[in-house]
């Protein structure tokens, strides 16, 4: 198994700029969730999605940020447009049920935005 | 809302046990404690979770008082990759759509 899948790992762009993040879950997993985490901040939860299906997304910081999961094994993440402070670390992780055994998280994008 | 309290850091000699406290004094009947940890630019990592048995696995051993309000995650012999921030996490699971919520957690230092 090879864990849940995020690219690019690091991502270098100019404010204004439109980023996609990816991740691929872990194959079987039906929940999925997009996790941010700044020094100031921590890890937060930003949406999650059962079934391909969001289901919570107050977690979202404004209107630039949108979501999608087009099929049970992919997901993305968008910025547009960019901001400095939107700079942090996006985790993508996945369960099965609810997690009650625990998420897998990904190894993260690093986002700077300059 | 802050559901726990964790001490912000502690060190431990390598090949010790590393005994991590943590305090929910306003936990419920259905919420079970977790705990999760996060090694150097890596994603966190689930450790284990219990309700009010004593729960053991490959990695550590979780202790959960009598009375559920506070617990200790033990790491039996520590060492040096096991250096991580450590969190406690008290979440509800009869509730449909309830979150892995983090916080500050406790920065563990294995020391040799």
């Known amino acids: 198994d090879a864990g849940v899948i995020q690219s690019p790992r690091h991502e270098v762009t100019e404010m204004g700029q439109e980023v996609t993040l990816r991740c691929k879950p872990i194959s079987g997993h039906d929940y999925l969730f997009w996790y941010r985490q700044t020094m100031m901040r921590g890890l937060e939860l930003l949406i999650y999605f059962n079934n391909n299906v969001p289901i919570d997304d107050s977690g979202m910081p404004e209107d630039r940020f949108s979501a999608k999961m087009p099929n049970a094994s992919f997901s993305t993440l968008k910025i547009q447009p960019s901001e400095p402070r939107d700079s942090a670390v996006y985790f993508c992780?996945?369960?099965?049920?609810?997690?009650?055994?625990?998420?897998?998280f990904g190894s993260g994008t690093r986002l700077t935005v300059v | 809302d802050a559901k726990t309290t964790q001490p912000t850091s502690m060190d431990c000699a390598e090949g010790r046990a590393a005994n991590l406290p943590c305090n929910h004094s306003?936990?419920?009947?259905?919420?079970?404690v977790y705990w999760y940890r996060q090694i150097h630019s890596q994603g966190p990592q689930y450790i284990i979770h219990?309700?009010?048995n004593n729960e053991t696995n490959e990695m550590a051993s979780l202790i959960i008082t009598e009375d559920r309000k506070s617990s200790t995650l033990i790491l039996p012999h520590a060492t040096l990759r096991d250096t991580a921030v450590y969190y406690c996490i008290v979440r509800g699971i009869m509730e449909y759509g309830n979150k892995l919520v983090f916080g500050a957690g406790t920065i563990l230092r294995v020391k040799s």
């Open positions: 992780a996945s369960s099965l049920g609810q997690g009650f055994s625990g998420y897998t």
């Open positions: 306003t936990i419920s009947g259905n919420e079970y």
């Open positions: 219990g309700l009010k």
